[in-house]
């Protein structure tokens, strides 16, 4: 009776889920003291001194992601962020947390981040959570206009005063750590002044991303490792994770050298390839072996993983493929189910080995500072071509002259209109 009603309906059994869940980790709670554990006491006793870090990514580090990377070496994970008022808006909160939040047994350790610039949501929020996770992470980093818009993530920056009631409210009234994520500014001091605060604040691990809220879209350009270095070395006291610029996998030695950060973490990089934080590998995996390994684990997930996200996945996963099987993207872009995906990922596999048959696939070496070369049928990564013109600006302007044309056109029919009626008017 119990399971037709909870397949029938999928918001009960997920209330169900969540209530067994809640109740494991009531008795299996990390520290046997009940004291909440701070900074690398924090880092090393629940959270397991992870190196390896899968970044939070909106649409992106949902959890059927989160289970395959930690498959291959992935020793702390992210969730998207989440929007703390939607999450917990009494209209459509439930509807927005079951399509966005899911975790299991298996996804642990876990930060849940949220984005938030009010403190009563902030903290609503991240007590619906603290019982599932490890952490309650604060995004000080989007840098995206509807950020902007919303006054969140690294629209925060200029807003310290708010940071601090946000992380303080949340470090005495949580039963968990809070930890945040930002971005540097160019000032290091200015950058070491922000992290310095956001410790005194109370938290106790910090995430920095070595780019500047104005480095996006085609102005993204690189990470700058020194401020965050020179962060590290201003906090010595509190876990460091290094993030930017994480192509390939010795680039995650090269960053923790550079940054003496504690672990690095990777978005774009581990979006290319999961397998980006693993060591014995000499060439990177199969995409599209990955790809149905990615799709096998959505399948065994509740809910499910919705289609945007894994067809945004597997585009990503299959770019250098799908570059010379032009005619499977449409295809795959209007599948909506997983098993539809599956049938074109394992097209692309039987073109792909055929193509493999016929040529010897040699390691690629190199200096490690070199774009590699790899088979098409390889993960790899993408890289933004250079634009000669500033596609932003040019958006804009379109936009400006479109609005500019409607308003021209209104009012030409405005005058169209005032000229007959004074036509009328004029009439005997
Ligand atoms: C698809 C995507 C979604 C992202 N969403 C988030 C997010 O939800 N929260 C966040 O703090 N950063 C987000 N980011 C930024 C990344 O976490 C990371 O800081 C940034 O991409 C730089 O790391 P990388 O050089 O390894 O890509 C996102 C990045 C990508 C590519």
């Known amino acids: ?77 992210y969730t998207p962020m989440f929007h703390a008022r939607l999450f917990t808006d009494p209209g459509c ?26 403190v009563d949501h902030f903290l609503k929020a991240a007590k619906m959570v603290e019982n599932q996770c490890d952490a309650i992470d604060l995004n000080l980093g989007c840098p995206q206009a509807i950020a902007k818009k919303g006054h969140y993530g690294s629209y925060l920056q200029d807003d310290w005063d708010l940071i601090n009631k946000l992380i303080s409210t949340a470090d005495k009234e949580l039963n968990i750590p809070i930890t945040a994520k ?25 995430t920095v991303h070595g780019r500047c ?22 906090i010595p006291d509190t876990p460091i994770i290094a993030n930017g610029n994480i192509l ?6 090269r960053c923790l050298d550079a940054t003496g950060a504690d672990g690095v973490m990777s978005a774009e990089g581990a979006l290319f390839n999961p397998a980006i934080f693993q060591k014995e590998r000499n060439m990177p995996p199969l995409a ?37 099987n032009e005619n499977l993207r449409p295809l795959l872009d209007g599948c909506n189910s997983l098993d539809m995906m599956e049938q ?17 696939e040699l390691p690629v070496k190199g200096d490690i500072h070199q774009i590699r070369d790899y088979a098409p049928w390889r993960c790899q990564p993408r890289f933004r071509p250079k634009l000669s013109v500033d596609h ?17 056109a209104l009012k030409a029919e405005r005058e169209h209109l005032d000229v007959n009626k004074s036509r009328q008017a004029a009439r005997p």
Not at 213 to 234: F, N, P, Y
């Open 1 to 77: 009776m119990l399971s037709i009603l909870t397949k029938k309906y999928p918001l009960v059994r997920r209330r169900l889920i969540s209530t067994l869940w809640r109740s494991y980790h009531a008795t299996n709670s990390i520290n046997d003291s009940n004291r909440k554990l701070k900074g690398y006491e924090f880092y090393e006793k629940v959270l397991g001194s992870p190196k390896y870090i899968l970044a939070p990514m909106v649409e992106q580090s949902e959890l059927a992601w989160r289970l395959l990377c930690r498959r291959y070496g992935v020793q702390l994970c």
């Open 213 to 234: 809220r104005e480095q996006k879209g085609h102005h993204t350009g690189l990470a700058d490792w020194s401020i965050i270095k020179a962060v590290r070395d201003a």
């Open 93 to 118: 909160g439930e509807k927005y947390r079951f399509e966005q939040w899911s975790t299991s047994l298996m996804d642990r350790p876990l930060i849940v981040q949220f984005c938030a610039n009010d």
């Open 248 to 253: 390939y996998h010795e680039d995650i030695q």
């Open 392 to 408: 932003e600006e040019l958006r804009n302007k379109e936009r400006r002259q479109k609005a500019l044309a409607a308003l021209a």
């Open 344 to 360: 074109i990922v394992c097209e692309l596999k039987i073109r792909m080995e055929r193509e493999r048959l016929q040529c010897t």
């Open 288 to 324: 599209y072996e990955i790809a149905l390994e990615y799709l096998n684990i959505c399948k065994s997930v509740q809910p499910t993983t919705r289609a945007e996200v894994v067809r945004a996945h597997l585009f990503r996963l299959l770019h250098a493929s799908l570059k010379q």
């Open 182 to 206: 930002i971005r540097v500014f160019k000032d290091v001091s200015k950058t070491i002044d922000y992290a310095k605060m956001i410790i005194k604040s109370g938290a106790q691990l910090l």
